[in-house]
Nanobody, 124 residues
Framework: QVQLVERGGGLVQAGGSLRLSCAAS????????MGWFRQAPGKEREFVAA????????YYADSVKGRFTISRDNAKNTVYLQMNSLKPEDTAVYYC?????????????????WGQGTQVTASS
């Protein structure tokens, strides 16, 4: 099992930046593909970014491409989401998720483990 704890959310003005981190418990972090998802009030949870076990492959939603960067440090059991040029429409609760294996899915249903979420608010 993997336990995930997100940190780094907050309130920022539009155009600003935030860096989210997600720390994982356990000794097999490098066996898990990792993803970031977000959910705004009244909306379904949506894919933001994902990264392969080694960190070589990354995937992004079109809405964040060029502004957000996902990365991971397997020695620290941590995955990051650097968010630049934030827009009001990025406001949501952000979740990290883990999936054991090679595949790097973008569907939240394909992830087995979830953090508790962290609120990100970009004000206009």
């Amino acid at each position: 099992q993997v336990q995930l704890v997100e940190r780094g959310g907050g309130l920022v003005q539009a155009g600003g930046s935030l860096r989210l981190s997600c720390a994982a418990s356990g000794h097999t972090f490098s066996s898990y593909a990792m993803g970031w998802f977000r959910q705004a009030p009244g909306k379904e949870r949506e894919f933001v970014a994902a990264i392969s076990r080694s960190g070589v492959m990354t995937y992004y939603a079109d809405s964040v491409k060029g502004r957000f960067t996902i990365s991971r440090d397997n020695a620290k059991n941590t995955v990051y989401l650097q968010m630049n040029s934030l827009k009001p429409e990025d406001t949501a609760v952000y979740y990290c998720a883990a999936r054991l294996g090679v595949a790097v899915p973008t569907n939240p249903r394909d992830y087995s483990y979830w953090g508790q979420g962290t609120q990100v608010t970009a004000s206009s």
